[in-house]
């Protein structure tokens, strides 16, 4: 009885080793997109080779190989990304998208000023290592333990080999803590010998952002990070906020031992002075920037970094606040411009130079601020958000031009809708678009209004030859959700993808683009098992745990069966009320029906180990691992019937 199913964390927070499309199926860039990503060389400032000098700048050793699991399975290989090396764009990738991936491609460790290394391009982020008194202090220590242990020894390779004495965690996404278990032990963590130190909610964060739409959010996030593209020049090129994310790798997460909860706090750890500067609500929940004095350095976390970013993922997310975001760059301009003499985040490569750092720091702020009032402007003008992305189609000029503010990893485009959906929500006042078809009605009433299927392949064909690809992909869309098994109709929306794809300076668009494609072409991949992640499983609160239950409950199916339910956890000492009333199951901690109509008690730990498939729920009820008072068939009956999440649902297909 698959009761607890808790996977949709672990989907979300864990990468399994993926069956890569095949090279093959794809395409040439047409002449339309050769012609496009052309006209770029002359768009922006290719001549300047700063960034490259920056990137390259402090090299101490590159990482060009692999790292393994114990299994021996392939979890980073750097090796696939050789294709950019020392080579001009091709066709079929954006040239300023290319440079990025290039300089993104630079691995290894980097010296960012004495005492301050960083290991970059051992997966999506960054580890920062500070040499204290005694000791390192660690910040982010990446997604896996894997990279972040072969990043620790890479290290080690070059510095002397001392211990982790302090993990700082700059916000709560899983690229900044996932690795922590490969370079410090727990056990070091409970003795006191080694320091947690994280922003205030952040463990809450951590583990619940991807809970409640986990499955939906993985599904997405395949696209988005290319997890099923071949690398190379039609494929997976970049993820823009780096190469991309580890398969087969191991999430860890350890509970900071330390929270910084004020505006501006500082902290001596291991002879290294550090003032924290909280940045709630801007590219985390939960993020923090810090200032070394001594060192004249300044961390921007995941606040500023050399892209453009989301204000809305395209894997889905809350939508984040443009507004408060520009107010704390600010701050840390005010606070740290005239001191910091270099900058470096958890992303890309520092900055060096107060007049530079000063510049960056107030372009960065500039570019979401304009995100939040040129859309605020344009809504009250009456544009609606589709309209505003049409107007909006540059950042102003001088923004525009400086290779921080490009659309990389967010996009103009889509961050001006996400401000919009953050202000307005969905609806954009226009009636005809409050009670819209489905897409498989409106495909299917829109080629018959066209004049059928081959009239409709006809125009798209046209829009194609054309180099007119958004049209032609808004046409085909209506035809394979009105036809899905129409061939044509599939292959040529693949063919239009793929173009739009390789023309893409963002690469989590040229990832969307190519995996689409490759989902028209080869069907969508079967689902596969995906190892859990025991440390955000364990992290799970009951009331986390009650949430997550309640979205998978049918609730038409369940409308007419109320229930009362006393769930004690004993190791936790904690009584949990829950009430099952016209489909919707609801929850009070630390509090008992007077007559409940199912009672249990079990431990929490037992819940863990049956999430993590250790056991089954039905097992431990036989042998009494689970002790129900009343209501054994009732509640069987009920978890037996909640909803299975589909990992692997149609996106470019009904």
Known sequence: MPIFRLNALAMALTFSGAILADASASKAASESTRESNQAWLQRLPFEDRSSFEDARRGLIAPF????????????????????????????SVNPSLWRMGQLNNMAGLFEVRERIYQIRGMDLSNMTIIEGDSGLILIDPLISTETARAGLELYYQHRPRKPVRAVIYSHSHVDHF????????????????????????????????????GPAMMRRAQYMYGALLPRGERGQVDSGLGKGTPSNATVTLIAPTELIAQPLETHVIDGVEIEFQLTPGTEAPAEMNMYLPQFKTLCMAENATHTQHNVLTLRGALVRDAKVWAHYLDEALVRYGEQAEVLFAQHHWPTWGGERIREYLADQRDMYAFLDSQTLRLINQGLTATEIAAELRSLPPRLASKWYSRDYYGSLSHNVRAVYQRYMGFYDGNPANLDPLPPEDAGRRYVAAMGGADAVLKTANQAFADGDYRWAAQLLNHLVFAEPDNAAARELQADTLEQLGYQSENATWRNVYLSGAHELRSGVAEARARNGAPDMVRALTPSMFFDYLAVRIDAMKAADEDLSI????????????????NGVLTHRKQSRHAQADIDLSMSKELLDRIALKETGFLKEATIGGIEIASGRLKLLKLLGGLDEANPQFNLVTP
Do not use: M
Request: proline fraction near 2%.
């Open 64 to 91: 060009t190989g692999v790292v393994e699991n114990a299994k021996g399975q392939v979890v980073w290989d750097r090796l696939a990304y050789n294709f950019l090396d020392g080579n001009g764009a091709p066709a």
């Open 566 to 581: 006393n769930w004690r956890f004993t190791d936790l000492d904690e009584d949990y009320a829950l009430t099952l009333r």
């Open 178 to 213: 996932g690795g922590v278990r490969g370079v410090i032990d727990e056990a070091d963590v409970k003795a006191g010998k080694v320091r947690v130190i994280a922003p205030e909610g952040f463990y809450e964060h951590a583990v619940s952002e991807n809970v409640l739409a």
